[in-house]
């Protein structure tokens, strides 16, 4: 991934050989379960897997991240016959898989969505459009989340939705500042009918199906920040040691090399948060969602200032594209507003402690206002 990363960037190229090799190491399918193609591995074994592989193209595995969300979310809520259509094409990566939640007008307010899913018959009829999905118009599987019932999070469904199904189309391919091997564009439905067997989950099961989602989502994507800032540190370090400045290297300076202390401090506080909250979810402890979100707060924050400051340490040389210090910082900037930017994940940080109800069951105990604060 590493020698093609600033090519995929500049060329916007969607790298699908290259992740279907990664499939074949298994990373297609990393924590769904194994009778259906996934590796089976546990949440922390798929947050060192993604911070290694950021390292590489922080893009990339971003977009592999969402993927193996999808395929979760199929795996862990679909029944036998979805889970064997669905997962075994997904882990190898023969078809990838779209996230759709976010809406023109619903982004961290993700329980007033407006797609709607009508029942007729043995369909639904889906009208509406999601926005910023990552893989739209390439993805071959949408995981879908629509209204099936009255307003807030419990009329909100979970539906797949196949490429090429009469009345899915989708926007133009966006322009960004970063996330650039991966498209993005709106997904559109304009009375799209999908079978009612599409359904992953009960009717008003969606909400609390994207929430879950999102919990080991914001755990990848502050994984991939992680390893966008191991990635600087060490691209840092080692320009310090080669450019030279008033007849030494700059890496004799000492506040320079303070500067450098700070960044691989922060990154280890960061990974060691990221670790203990994907050990928290992984076990079902009451504390994990709260865990998640903090974890994404501080790790993506903490990341991005990491790759910012690793530009600055460049100089004029970090500001040209020659240099991948700044593709990281590019890339990275975005995990701090999706899955949650980082005024929900104060929200949500915050709630999960007051509330104390972190499992499904508990979560749709809870008022519709209150459920409706938690993306």
């Known amino acids: 991934m590493a020698p093609n990363m600033a090519e995929w960037d500049q060329k916007e190229l969607f790298p699908v050989n290259v992740m279907r090799k990664a499939a074949q190491l298994g990373f297609g399918g990393v924590y769904v379960r194994t009778d259906v193609g996934g590796s089976g591995l546990s949440r922390l074994d798929t947050s060192v897997i993604f911070e290694a ?33 669905f997962c075994p094409p997904l882990c190898t990566m023969e078809k990838f898989a779209s996230y759709c939640l976010t809406e023109p007008g619903s982004g961290s307010d993700a329980a007033s969505l407006l797609t709607s899913a009508k029942r007729q018959g043995d369909h639904y009829i889906l009208n509406g459009s999601k926005a910023f999905i990552s893989g739209g118009g390439e993805s071959d599987i949408y995981v879908v989340m629509c209204r099936t019932g ?4 419990k009329g909100i469904s979970c539906i797949v939705v196949e490429k090429g199904t009469p009345g899915l189309s989708f926007g133009k391919k966006e322009k960004k500042v970063g996330w650039n091997s991966q498209p993005t564009r709106a997904v ?36 991939c920040s992680l390893g966008a800032a191991h990635a600087s540190v060490i ?32 990154l280890v506080a960061s990974r060691l948060m990221i670790r203990s909250a994907a050990v928290a979810l992984q076990e079902e402890r009451q504390d994990a969602v709260a865990l998640c979100s903090m974890a994404k707060l501080f790790a993506t924050d903490e990341c991005f200032a990491i790759c910012n400051q690793a530009l600055q340490m460049h ?34 940080s915050s709630i999960g402690y007051q509330t104390r109800a972190e499992s499904l069951e508990e979560l749709e105990e809870l008022p519709d206002e209150k459920c409706q604060r938690r993306p």
């Open 315 to 348: 100089g004029g040389y970090g500001y040209l594209k020659d240099y991948a210090v700044q593709q990281y910082m590019r890339d990275s900037r975005v995990h701090q507003i999706l899955e949650g930017g980082t005024c929900t994940l104060h929200v949500g």
């Open 150 to 153: 009255g307003p807030g999070p």
């Open 53 to 85: 592989l950021a390292t590489g193209c922080t893009s990339t595995t971003a977009y592999i991240s969402i993927h193996n969300m999808c395929a979760w979310i199929i795996d862990s809520f679909g029944d036998e016959k979805q889970r064997h259509k």
């Open 235 to 266: 691209l840092t370090r080692d320009h310090l040691s080669v450019r030279k400045q008033f007849g030494e290297p700059l890496a004799s300076n000492q506040y320079l090399q303070f500067k450098l202390a700070d960044m691989a401090t922060r």
């Open 188 to 223: 559109i439905f304009e009375d799209c009918a999908v079978p009612v067997a599409n359904r992953i989950g009960s009717e008003g099961q969606g909400f609390l199906i994207a929430m879950k989602g999102l919990n080991g989502g914001r755990i990848n994507i502050a994984s």
